[in-house]
């Protein structure tokens, strides 16, 4: 008679991807973050107080640009984390997917990240160096 063993998860959720950040002002998203903001539907695009721009805001493109940085948008990424999530709902798994303005530093650090069994990040980014 074969015997499996079944180990008890300590992880809360099987899987949080975040893709396709909104990283530069001239994405057509970051306008319409803006108008979403906005309480007055009608109105043009608010100022952004700063926990708002905290939240939506990428880091400022010219000081990036300056340092040899450009942040493009990931055409696709969203599509790639949300096919992982997929296969993993298919085994009544826990995720959480974040895409677009729902991906951003901010909410990253607001988030028990050991929760998760996979972190999966497809965006860019900057890892500094002394």
Do not use: C
Not at 76 to 98: C, F, S
């Amino acid at each position: 008679m074969a015997r499996t063993a079944r180990l008890r998860s300590k992880w809360q959720e099987s899987f949080l991807g975040l893709a396709d950040p909104i990283t530069s002002p001239s994405d057509p998203r970051f306008e319409l973050v803006k108008l979403q903001l906005s309480p007055d539907k009608t109105a043009p695009a608010k100022e952004l107080s700063s926990v708002e721009q905290a939240q939506v805001i990428p880091p400022n493109p010219e000081r990036l640009h300056s340092r040899g940085y450009s942040f493009e948008r990931l055409l696709g990424t969203a599509d790639e984390v949300q096919h992982i999530a997929a296969l993993l709902k298919e085994e009544n798994q826990q995720v959480d997917v974040r895409v677009g303005v729902d991906a951003t530093k901010a909410k990253l650090l607001d988030t028990d990240l050991s929760k998760f069994r996979f972190l999966h990040f497809a965006t860019h980014g900057v890892l500094a160096v002394d």
